[in-house]
């Protein structure tokens, strides 16, 4: 190459090199001789030996680019042969290859910018590219970035593809299959090993011997195929089939291979020269930094780099301006950064220790930024992060982390340097990187290569209990061996945390250089171009929940979120430090304000109280007058056109709004995130589909901030001084209202940061937490098989040879796997479910309940709190109870019962609060709360709220079941009430007890835990007022009356279905709402049971009003249970005999002994007065049958008065059978009901007298006519009038307004008109 430099001058920088008129002025720098000497010891060649001084050349700056020439002279063929890549003999095609993204596919995929990365968005997506080869040996790496259905090999152009074939199912095509490790050619054969996420494929194929194989990771798989077709017309293209969602990166050779083979070519030839050039001048450039000159002595000085110091002196410059002049256009090329300034910057790092390497890292980046064009250091600032992402990303995991740990230590090196730091955030780190990458820990998927066995050489696992539920109190009796086998287990888990954790430190220290907030020398500091980033990336991630391919992978938002709250809560608490007046990080929240003030935008998140348009529209005088916050009303006018009109933006206002592509982190026109799974990381992503444009364009504009009488800028557009606020100006805080302190809590940066942190837990990483409990349900899942089996081996024969040959094998696979998963684990628990992690989760918790609570205090403002604070609330609450455990309780943290009370506290205000007005939200609200009264602790904490809090809760509870969401409202009260009502001391029902829940910590299977407390408060209130009791029981009647008719109907429709001849299955959903129906019926009965027990003169006292009213329809309904679930051979016994599944719940016991429950409290319990009443109305009602209450007791027909009770029949139905769910004393009960009606029915029917047909009410034919309605004289009898009132004021007949009921006697009456006439 000639030299640009030779005898002209020119400029880069500030430097000019030499020319002939400044030839004495540069060689009088330094004296002539040292001179020579330096540029000599600089510019020695690193292959050659040194020449004497004697007999070399005498350098100086006239001379030295000549020198450099020579220097860097590379043989002319291997530059020729450089610059015709594209003519190799063997291949064809473009030098540089890619992905065909114009021609070469088949399905929908999404491809990177750089054409080397590809997401499957089909069936089965296939793709080639743009370069064949048709002679010699070939290879190409393909790294794996999810582990899914792919098919990578080779193909020829005349293979055709489609959905259901791919590569290698078709001729001339072939490929392996890591998912389900084969290899395909047509047909199939089992053949290498199962690859992982972060695996490198080579896939090499050799034409001149007609064969092709494979290479997982460096090691060869063998030959997959031989006899290749080849000859005229026959080239291979490098080719792949995948199915949805999985992703891949391809090298071609546009970067250094990561495991080449000898005499194998990739399909891109390397730029060899300029590698050699690199090469040279890297050397040149150390050189330069191990050594300095002494002018006063006239020599030179070796030093080590770390010491090594810029000091000004032109001969330096001078030389590293020559350097660089060469240099700097070189390091633009993706190759060459990773092969030569990564390795190099690696190399440092792995030299000296942390502070030695930083400074070195330091010296070498004002170096090149002094040195390079700014557009130069620019490109070659993001390669060199972008190849070093890569590298963290799929590096192995090996026993110590070393991989990681050096390229994270690199990192940190580089984000030191203030400059480097915030060009990366400002247009590489969110806008082109994953840089949330940096802050994930993968999960090793295969033990053994990540070195667990030697960490972890004792496995041990958990034995959970067999017996229903769960008491996480108790411990099961271990042997010694047991014990030995845990602690081993421990202490290796110890071990495994222990190298984790200098991992997350190392990742903490990442993000506390990135929110720095002291390095504004010169432009704005770092932490606030991280807000800025930050915000744009939760807002990507928030718009496109649901269409995965554009979030961030949870598994990465959890590790981000614990190291963001480590690296917000150190600088939170600094800030402490210095500012007595603000708050420790422990008593962290988030001011109200910020909800309203429009400073932070919230996208189009719901709030409490519906759109923020909305509530500024409709809460403008309470933000006046509560925080000084005035509307301008043009503006509402726009929200509420913006509003309506939504779906029908024209085009040309679209088209002026570019900032909704940039937003969404995409290129114009096709605006696209980049969060895509693919391991090239492009910025934007070319669409191989048009069909693709629609479904990734959002449906609207995003909204900008709402303007408001204080400086509001979008989130770019924001200063420091906006967020932090200045003399007169609150920034983030402005529109305080009075019931917040004016001292701030912290620097307003940290509560935004906070607000993201809480934002990301709801977004994705709850939904992740639960996910990964799935490796411990595995492990309890094969400790209990092998458990079985081994029971199995002890009972079986030894003459049974072969049985115990199978035993014996399925023990080891057990075993081996239990190895496995025990080992994956304990990493889990290291890097998801420490102690450490769950402090930060407990964190957030206590943040969110501070936060509400203060929003609580500022009235109808609450309304604009976002839902996601509330979600939060409750979601992490149960990820401490339900996921962290058994190693970890959350009954050890501190300030347990404090925080249990203020979450109680919380759910019981808010579940019927009117300011919220989100449907999901208040459903979130009434089934936590729900869950949150089935535990001992959580009830108890409820119980210890304040009491106006509790009544105002259960007042809310016993509101009307209508025109709201009753069923969870019904189970909290039969929640309060269980282990109190008849025979309901149960957990499991009797009949399931032989099979195995689903999952024994769900709230329904718990322990019974009644509160007598908040009974006696529900008994008070029902009390309390005249219209409390019977609207309320007036509803829960209308609901059981509909449940039960629901659930007889759908058995009806089963049973059909069931006894067609033709083969047919019922809808499961059918199943599934027919067993809620069930469920329902069962639970209203049980409530009935509860106001019964607690309250029975609302139904036996008949002096007030509606209480015969009630009680006849209460025995009514009773009757109507008993006798559709006791009839002979009935279809309700039918159905329960088919045991289908869905319908496990379904059975005669759990809905009889409500029943009889109430029967009981009627007819034993109560005064003799409403006993004779309640008697009474039972036997009235045309529906009852003695032989249903015989039912209850095992017998057939009723026994003759006097007389004892036969034994039951033990083939039928007997309450007297469960004996360990119904005790003596309620078995004494039911027979002493039972004996009591028998009389009484008795002597009903000898009393009773005929009634003529045209004397029963005309409704239910059941009662004599008591009642006529005015003013329109129609009549019925005072139980279906008062029943028809309680709803409708309209008359059964005429529908006129009824305006009264007046009582009815036939005699009167016709007394009455006989006299009159």
């Given at each position: 190459?000639?030299?640009?430099?030779?005898?002209?001058?020119?400029?880069?920088?500030?430097?000019?090199?030499?020319?002939?008129?400044?030839?004495?002025?540069?060689?009088?720098?330094?004296?002539?001789?040292?001179?020579?000497?330096?540029?000599?010891?600089?510019?020695?060649?690193?292959?050659?030996?040194?020449?004497?001084?004697?007999?070399?050349?005498?350098?100086?700056?006239?001379?030295?680019?000549?020198?450099?020439?020579?220097?860097?002279?590379?043989?002319?063929?291997?530059?020729?042969?450089?610059?015709?890549?594209?003519?190799?003999?063997?291949?064809?095609?473009p030098s540089t290859v890619v992905l065909d993204h114009t021609g070469g596919f088949e399905g929908l995929l999404l491809v990177d910018d750089d054409l080397l990365g590809v997401i499957g968005h089909s069936n089965f997506g296939t793709i080639r590219s743009t370069t064949c080869v048709y002679k010699g040996k070939w290879v190409y790496e393909v790294l794996i970035s999810s582990q899914g259905l792919m098919q990578i090999g080779w193909c020829t152009i005349n293979c055709r593809f489609n959905q259901e074939e791919g590569v290698g199912d078709t001729h001339n095509s072939y490929a392996y299959d890591g998912n389900r490790v084969r290899k395909w050619n047509v047909t199939t054969t089992n053949?290498?090993?199962?690859?992982?996420?972060?695996?490198?494929?080579?896939?090499?194929?050799?034409?001149?011997?007609?064969?092709?194989?494979?290479?997982?990771?460096?090691?060869?798989?063998?030959?997959?195929?031989?006899?290749?077709?080849?000859?005229?017309?026959?080239?291979?293209?490098?080719?792949?089939?995948?199915?949805?969602?999985?992703?891949?990166?391809?090298?071609?050779?546009?970067?250094?291979?990561?495991?080449?083979?000898?005499?194998?070519?990739?399909?891109?030839?390397?730029?060899?020269?300029?590698?050699?050039?690199?090469?040279?001048?890297?050397?040149?450039?150390?050189?330069?930094?191990?050594?300095?000159?002494?002018?006063?002595?006239?020599?030179?000085?070796?030093?080590?780099?770390?010491?090594?110091?810029?000091?000004?002196?032109?001969?330096?410059?001078?030389?590293?301006?020559?350097?660089?002049?060469?240099?700097?256009?070189?390091?633009?090329?993706?190759?060459?950064?990773?092969?030569?300034?990564?390795?190099?910057?690696?190399?440092?790092?792995?030299?000296?220790?942390?502070?030695?390497?930083?400074?070195?890292?330091?010296?070498?980046?004002?170096?090149?930024?002094?040195?390079?064009?700014?557009?130069?250091?620019?490109?070659?600032?993001?390669?060199?992060?972008?190849?070093?992402?890569?590298?963290?990303?799929?590096?192995?995991?090996?026993?110590?982390?070393?991989?990681?740990?050096?390229?994270?230590?690199?990192?940190?090196?580089?984000l030191s340097h203030e400059k480097s730091r915030k060009f990366l955030l400002s247009h590489v780190l969110f806008d082109v990187l994953r840089s949330v990458v940096f802050f994930y820990i993968k999960s090793p998927l295969r033990v053994e290569e990540a070195g667990l066995q030697e960490l972890i050489p004792t496995t041990w696992w958990p034995h959970r209990s067999s017996r229903e539920g769960k008491d996480s109190k108790e411990v099961k009796d271990e042997t010694s061996e047991e014990r030995l086998r845990r602690r081993a287990y421990e202490r290796g888990c110890q071990r495994l945390k222990k190298r984790i954790e200098v991992v997350e430190e190392l990742q903490v220290q990442i993000l506390k250089l990135l929110l720095n907030n002291?390095?504004?020398?010169?432009?704005?500091?770092?932490?606030?171009?991280?807000?800025?980033?930050?915000?744009?990336?939760?807002?990507?991630?928030?718009?496109?929940?649901?269409?995965?391919?554009?979030?961030?992978?949870?598994?990465?938002?959890?590790?981000?979120?614990?190291?963001?709250?480590?690296?917000?809560?150190?600088?939170?608490?600094?800030?402490?430090?210095?500012?007595?007046?603000?708050?420790?990080?422990?008593?962290?929240?988030?001011?109200?304000?910020?909800?309203?003030?429009?400073?932070?935008?919230?996208?189009?998140?719901?709030?409490?109280?519906?759109?923020?348009?909305?509530?500024?529209?409709?809460?403008?005088?309470?933000?006046?007058?509560?925080?000084?916050?005035?509307?301008?009303?043009?503006?509402?006018?726009?929200?509420?056109?913006?509003?309506?009109?939504?779906?029908?933006?024209?085009a040309p206002a679209a088209a002026q709004r570019p900032m909704q592509a940039l937003?969404?982190?995409?290129?114009?026109?096709?605006?696209?995130?980049?969060?895509?799974?693919?391991?090239?990381?492009?910025?934007?992503?070319?669409?191989?589909?048009?069909?693709?444009?629609?479904?990734?364009?959002?449906?609207?504009?995003?909204?900008?901030?709402?303007?408001?009488?204080?400086?509001?800028?979008?989130?770019?557009?924001?200063?420091?001084?906006?967020?932090?606020?200045?003399?007169w100006n609150e920034g983030l805080l402005v529109g305080r209202p009075p019931e917040e302190p004016e001292q701030p809590l912290t620097e307003n940066s940290l509560l935004e940061v906070l607000d993201g942190a809480i934002m990301m837990y709801n977004l994705s990483v709850h939904q992740?937490?639960?996910?990964?409990?799935?490796?411990?349900?595995?492990?309890?899942?094969?400790?209990?098989?092998?458990?079985?089996?081994?029971?199995?081996?002890?009972?079986?024969?030894?003459?049974?040879?072969?049985?115990?040959?199978?035993?014996?094998?399925?023990?080891?696979?057990?075993?081996?796997?239990?190895?496995?998963?025990?080992?994956?684990?304990?990493?889990?628990?290291?890097?998801?479910?420490?102690?450490?992690?769950?402090?930060?989760?407990?964190?957030l918790l206590r943040v969110c309940l501070r936060t509400i609570e203060h929003g609580d205090r500022t009235g109808p403002l609450f309304a604009f709190m976002p839902e996601f604070y509330l979600s939060v609330a409750i979601n992490s609450y149960s990820a401490l109870k339900n996921y962290f455990g058994p190693v970890h309780s959350m009954e050890e943290l501190p300030g347990y019962e404090e925080t249990l009370t203020r979450l109680a506290a919380i759910l019981a205000k808010h579940f019927a609060d009117t300011r919220i007005v989100g449907t999901d939200i208040r459903d979130s609200l009434m089934q936590a709360l729900a869950s949150y009264v089935c535990y001992p602790n959580s009830l108890r904490a409820v119980e210890r709220i304040p009491e106006e809090q509790r009544i105002a809760m259960v007042r809310s509870l016993l509101a009307p079941y209508e025109q709201r969401p009753w069923a969870q409202t019904n189970w909290i009260l039969v929640r309060l009430w269980r282990g109190c009502g008849f025979g309901y001391r149960y957990t499991r029902l009797p009949h399931l007890l032989k099979t195995k829940p689903e999952d024994a910590n769900l709230p329904s299977l718990q322990k019974p835990c009644p509160s007598t407390l908040l009974q006696q408060h529900m008994a008070d209130l029902l009390r309390e007022g005249p219209d409390v009791a019977p609207s309320f029981l007036n509803s829960v009647l209308n609901q059981l009356n509909w449940a039960f008719s629901e659930f007889i109907g759908m058995i009806q429709e089963i049973q059909q279905a069931a006894e067609r001849l033709e083969r047919n299955f019922v809808d499961s959903r059918q199943l599934k709402v027919c067993a809620t129906c069930f469920d329902l019926s069962v639970s209203l009965l049980r409530v009935l049971e509860m106001t019964i027990t607690l309250v029975p003169e609302i139904f036996l006292d008949w002096a007030q009003p509606t209480s015969e009213m009630l009680l006849r329809r209460l025995?009514?309904?009773?009757?109507?249970?008993?006798?559709?679930?006791?009839?002979?051979?009935?279809?309700?016994?039918?159905?329960?005999?088919?045991?289908?599944?869905?319908?496990?719940?379904?059975?005669?016991?759990?809905?009889?002994?409500?029943?009889?429950?109430?029967?009981?409290?009627?007819?034993?319990?109560?005064?003799?007065?409403?006993?004779?009443?309640?008697?009474?109305?039972?036997?009235?009602?045309?529906?009852?049958?003695?032989?249903?209450?015989?039912?209850?007791?095992?017998?057939?027909?009723?026994?003759?008065?006097g007389t004892a009770l036969p034994a039951p029949d033990q083939k039928r139905f007997s309450l007297q059978s469960y004996t360990d769910y119904i005790s003596v004393e309620e078995l004494a009960q039911v027979e002493q009901m039972l004996a009591h009606l028998t009389s009484a029915s008795a002597q009903a029917a000898a009393a009773s007298l005929p009634t003529s047909e045209e004397d029963l009410c005309p409704i239910c034919y059941a009662h004599p006519i008591s009642a006529v309605f005015q003013p329109c004289g129609h009549k019925s009898c005072k139980a279906c009038i008062n029943q028809h009132l309680m709803n409708n004021k309209d008359c059964f007949f005429c529908k006129a307004t009824i305006m009264s009921v007046e009582d009815w006697d036939k005699a009167a009456s016709a007394s009455a008109t006989s006299s009159a006439a």
């Open positions: 190459m000639a030299s640009k430099g030779a005898g002209m001058a020119f400029s880069r920088k500030s430097h000019r090199l030499t020319s002939d008129a400044e030839k004495s002025r540069v060689t009088g720098i330094v004296h002539e001789k040292l001179l020579d000497n330096y540029l000599h010891r600089i510019f020695s060649s690193t292959d050659r030996a040194p020449t004497a001084a004697t007999s070399r050349k005498l350098l100086n700056f006239q001379n030295l680019p000549e020198h450099l020439d020579q220097l860097l002279h590379v043989d002319e063929e291997a530059e020729e042969e450089e610059e015709s890549q594209g003519k190799v003999e063997g291949r064809l095609g053949y290498g090993k199962a690859w992982a996420a972060g695996d490198i494929v080579s896939c090499l194929i050799d034409l001149d011997e007609g064969t092709l194989s494979f290479c997982l990771n460096g090691v060869s798989l063998g030959t997959a195929f031989e006899n290749l077709s080849r000859g005229l017309g026959m080239a291979y293209f490098p080719a792949i089939s995948l199915s949805f969602k999985e992703s891949v990166a391809f090298n071609f050779g546009s970067r250094p291979l990561r495991y080449p083979v000898v005499g194998y070519r990739p399909l891109q030839d390397p730029p060899s020269a300029d590698l050699v050039r690199a090469q040279e001048l890297l050397g040149c450039f150390q050189a330069v930094l191990s050594v300095e000159l002494d002018p006063v002595q006239g020599r030179l000085v070796e030093k080590e780099s770390s010491e090594w110091q810029l000091q000004g002196q032109p001969t330096v410059l001078l030389t590293l301006a020559h350097i660089f002049h060469r240099f700097a256009p070189l390091l633009r090329k993706v190759y060459l950064v990773e092969a030569v300034l990564m390795s190099f910057l690696l190399g440092v790092v792995e030299a000296g220790t942390p502070a030695q390497a930083q400074s070195v890292v330091h010296q070498v980046l004002d170096l090149l930024w002094l040195f390079m064009e700014d557009y130069e250091m620019q490109d070659c600032l993001k390669q060199l992060m972008m190849s070093l992402l890569r590298l963290y990303r799929f590096s192995p995991i090996v026993p110590d982390l070393g991989l990681q740990i050096r390229y994270l230590r690199l990192t940190i090196a580089i002291q390095d504004d020398n010169g432009g704005e500091a770092s932490r606030y171009i991280f807000l800025t980033k930050f915000r744009k990336f939760l807002q990507e991630n928030a718009s496109s929940r649901g269409n995965m391919p554009m979030l961030c992978p949870p598994e990465y938002m959890v590790c981000f979120l614990h190291r963001l709250i480590s690296a917000l809560r150190y600088y939170w608490d600094e800030y402490k430090a210095s500012n007595p007046c603000a708050t420790f990080s422990d008593e962290a929240y988030i001011p109200p304000q910020v909800f309203y003030n429009g400073k932070v935008d919230y996208f189009d998140l719901q709030r409490l109280g519906g759109l923020l348009s909305h509530l500024r529209k409709t809460l403008k005088d309470d933000l006046a007058s509560k925080a000084n916050i005035l509307i301008d009303p043009l503006e509402l006018q726009a929200a509420t056109m913006d509003d309506l009109d939504e779906d029908e933006e024209p937003a969404m982190g995409g290129a114009l026109p096709l605006p696209r995130p980049s969060w895509l799974s693919s391991p090239t990381l492009g910025r934007a992503n070319r669409f191989l589909s048009t069909a693709a444009v629609s479904l990734m364009t959002p449906r609207r504009p995003l909204s900008t901030s709402e303007k408001v009488k204080v400086r509001t800028l979008s989130a770019e557009q924001r200063t420091r001084e906006d967020i932090e606020g200045s003399q992740q937490l639960g996910k990964m409990v799935g490796v411990s349900d595995d492990v309890n899942e094969y400790a209990m098989a092998l458990r079985d089996t081994e029971d199995k081996l002890r009972r079986c024969p030894k003459r049974r040879k072969d049985i115990l040959a199978e035993l014996t094998k399925s023990q080891k696979v057990f075993s081996e796997k239990l190895d496995h998963l025990s080992r994956r684990l304990a990493w889990v628990h290291a890097t998801v479910y420490s102690q450490e992690k769950m402090q930060d989760i407990y964190w025995a009514q309904l009773l009757n109507q249970v008993l006798n559709r679930v006791t009839a002979e051979r009935n279809l309700f016994d039918r159905v329960v005999t088919l045991r289908l599944p869905g319908l496990e719940s379904v059975d005669h016991y759990p809905i009889l002994v409500a029943v009889t429950g109430i029967l009981v409290r009627l007819l034993v319990h109560g005064p003799a007065s409403g006993t004779d009443r309640a008697t009474s109305v039972l036997l009235a009602d045309p529906c009852f049958q003695l032989r249903s209450i015989c039912y209850l007791l095992g017998q057939p027909e009723p026994p003759t008065p």
